[in-house]
Nanobody, 122 residues
Framework: QVQLVESGGGLVQAGGSLRLSCAASGRTFTFSDMGWFRQASGKEREFVAYISWSSGDRNYAASVKDRFIISRDNAKNTLYLQMNSLTPEDTAVYYC???????????????WGPGTQVTVSS
């Protein structure tokens, strides 16, 4: 079971950038498809981005495509989310998560981090 801890959240002005990190423990991270999700106050948790274990495949929610970039460093057991051109609508708690299998095959999510707050001021 991979354990995850997010960091890098904070307060930023609209138009600014942040980079989130997700540190993973356990050797299974290297072979796990990973994702970022977010949950705004009063709303359901939503998908943000996915990356395959090899970084060869990615997918993004339409709302963040062309602004956010997901990446990973398997040697450092770390997942990243570079967020650019932030808007107040991006304000949420951001979570990283590990899939139980292959994302493209409809795998469930098996591990979650505690989340990191991102607040974008107008």
């Amino acid at each position: 079971q991979v354990q995850l801890v997010e960091s890098g959240g904070g307060l930023v002005q609209a138009g600014g950038s942040l980079r989130l990190s997700c540190a993973a423990s356990g050797r299974t991270f290297t072979f796990s498809d990973m994702g970022w999700f977010r949950q705004a106050s009063g709303k359901e948790r939503e998908f943000v981005a996915y990356i395959s274990w090899s970084s060869g495949d990615r997918n993004y929610a339409a709302s963040v495509k062309d602004r956010f970039i997901i990446s990973r460093d398997n040697a450092k057991n770390t997942l990243y989310l570079q967020m650019n051109s932030l808007t107040p609508e991006d304000t949420a708690v951001y979570y990283c998560a590990a899939y139980s299998g292959r994302y493209r095959q409809g795998a469930d999510l098996r591990s979650w981090g505690p989340g990191t707050q991102v607040t974008v001021s107008s």
